[in-house]
């Protein structure tokens, strides 16, 4: 990332550290900017999802390490596809004390719901931490073992094979308009508050299949319950080997999810610089390194300009598939 002069300036001064070799004066040091009280973190999703558990991950590195004067209090707000955490961050009260967890529905949500208002590119911009990846999922007991056997038992159960998903025309539901066009399939999607909810309806067997993040189904994959079939990424992931990407078997798809942290419309420059720099650190850590690893979390830290010009690329892509799939 490429590091402003105003916030390497506040970084400093928050860390009372000499610039140029001098010492700052007194004056200066104490009017860098840092929370006076409780910082509300919102989260764009239901509890234990993906973008819940990196949320907590971030508040308890943080606060174990000292780095902010205030707490960070996790709130989720996973009500109307996202659009109940936007609105929360549009309106929030303090916006130097208000931030939010969020993934790839800040864009899609404000483009099929217009009459919210919400315009992304008037929020603060404070860190990109990664870009989360999906695979195809299925139970272990379904006896799938290849997308072969999965498009051919999703075309034989047509519409009653049931696709569970994260909210409604959102990342999961992209996912499987993309499944049903490329195999000629006709899933059923259903929609559920949160990637936990989800991953515990196949892992129920009340769902056929998902296209879950890593770090939602892991404790089934782990106990053998739920099995990847395949990977919607550029290259197959580390902790899932045997799992193909769609793109070498020849279907130009790939696709992420950002894992940002972001502000509300109205934040001072002050604490903009605060933020970008509490969050640079932590994705510098040891512990975000290894969250990442075992996630398997893709992508580096992007802030300030070079994520909004992130936030205004992806709003186009997102734009351009919903309209592909008629949502728009």
């Given at each position: 990332?490429?590091?402003?002069?105003?916030?390497?300036?506040?970084?400093?001064?928050?860390?009372?550290?000499?610039?140029?070799?001098?010492?700052?004066?007194?004056?200066?040091?104490?009017?860098?900017?840092?929370?006076?009280?409780?910082?509300?973190?919102?989260?764009?999703?239901?509890?234990?999802?993906?973008?819940?558990?990196?949320?907590r991950?971030?508040?308890?590195?943080?606060?174990?390490?000292?780095?902010?004067?205030?707490?960070l209090?996790?709130?989720?707000?996973?009500?109307?596809?996202?659009?109940?955490?936007?609105?929360?961050?549009?309106?929030?009260?303090?916006?130097?004390?208000?931030?939010?967890?969020?993934?790839?529905?800040?864009?899609?949500?404000?483009?099929?719901?217009?009459?919210?208002?919400?315009?992304?590119?008037?929020?603060?911009?404070?860190?990109?931490?990664?870009?989360?990846?999906?695979?195809?999922?299925?139970?272990?007991?379904?006896?799938?073992?290849?997308?072969?056997?999965f498009?051919?038992?999703?075309?034989?159960?047509?519409?009653?094979?049931?696709?569970?998903?994260?909210?409604?025309?959102?990342?999961?539901?992209?996912?499987?308009?993309?499944?049903?066009?490329?195999?000629?399939?006709?899933?059923?999607y259903?929609?559920?508050?949160?990637?936990?909810?989800?991953?515990?309806?196949?892992?129920?067997?009340?769902?056929?299949s998902?296209?879950?993040?890593?770090?939602?189904?892991?404790?089934?994959?782990?106990n053998?319950?739920?099995?990847?079939?395949?990977?919607?990424?550029?290259?197959?992931?580390?902790?899932?080997?045997?799992?193909?990407?769609f793109?070498?078997?020849?279907?130009?798809?790939?696709?992420?999810?950002?894992?940002?942290?972001?502000?509300?419309?109205?934040?001072?420059?002050?604490?903009?610089?605060?933020?970008?720099?509490?969050?640079?650190?932590?994705?510098?850590?040891?512990?975000?390194?290894?969250?990442?690893?075992?996630?398997?979390?893709?992508?580096?830290?992007?802030?300030?300009?070079?994520?909004?010009?992130?936030?205004m690329?992806?709003?186009?892509?997102?734009?351009?598939?919903?309209?592909?799939?008629?949502?728009?």
């Open positions: 990332m490429q590091i402003t002069k105003r916030l390497f300036l506040s970084a400093a001064l928050a860390a009372g550290l000499s610039f140029a070799g001098a010492s700052l004066p007194e004056t200066a040091a104490s009017a860098a900017w840092e929370p006076v009280k409780p910082i509300e973190f919102v989260i764009m999703a239901g509890k234990g999802g993906g973008a819940d558990k990196m949320a991950l971030l508040q308890a590195v943080i606060q174990e390490k000292g780095w902010a004067s205030k707490p209090n996790p709130i989720n707000k996973p009500g109307g596809s996202g659009s109940e955490a936007l609105l929360h961050l549009k309106g929030a009260r303090d916006p130097d004390h208000t931030i939010m967890v969020t993934l790839n529905s800040f864009y899609t949500t404000p483009l099929r719901q217009p009459k919210i208002g919400i315009d992304i590119a008037t929020f603060t911009p404070i860190g990109r931490m990664a870009e989360d990846t999906f695979l195809l999922w299925v139970h272990k007991d379904s006896g799938i073992k290849t997308i072969e056997d498009a051919a038992a999703a075309k034989t159960a047509g519409n009653s094979w049931i696709m569970a998903g994260t909210g409604k025309l959102q990342e999961d539901q992209l996912l499987t308009d993309f499944l049903n066009a490329s195999y000629g399939l006709n899933m059923k259903i929609p559920y508050k949160g990637g936990g909810k989800v991953a515990k309806q196949l892992a129920g067997k009340h769902a056929n998902t296209v879950n993040n890593p770090s939602e189904q892991e404790g089934f994959y782990a053998g319950d739920t099995v990847p079939i395949a990977a919607f990424t550029d290259n197959r992931l580390e902790m899932f080997p045997n799992a193909p990407t793109k070498e078997m020849g279907k130009e798809f790939v696709y992420y999810m950002q894992r940002s942290v972001v502000g509300a419309p109205g934040m001072s420059a002050e604490a903009a610089a605060y933020y970008q720099a509490l969050f640079q650190k932590v994705f510098d850590s040891e512990e975000w390194a290894k969250y990442r690893k075992k996630k398997s979390l893709q992508g580096d830290f992007l802030s300030g300009q070079a994520l909004m010009d992130y936030w690329k992806e709003r186009d892509i997102h734009k351009a598939m919903l309209k592909k799939m008629g949502a728009l």
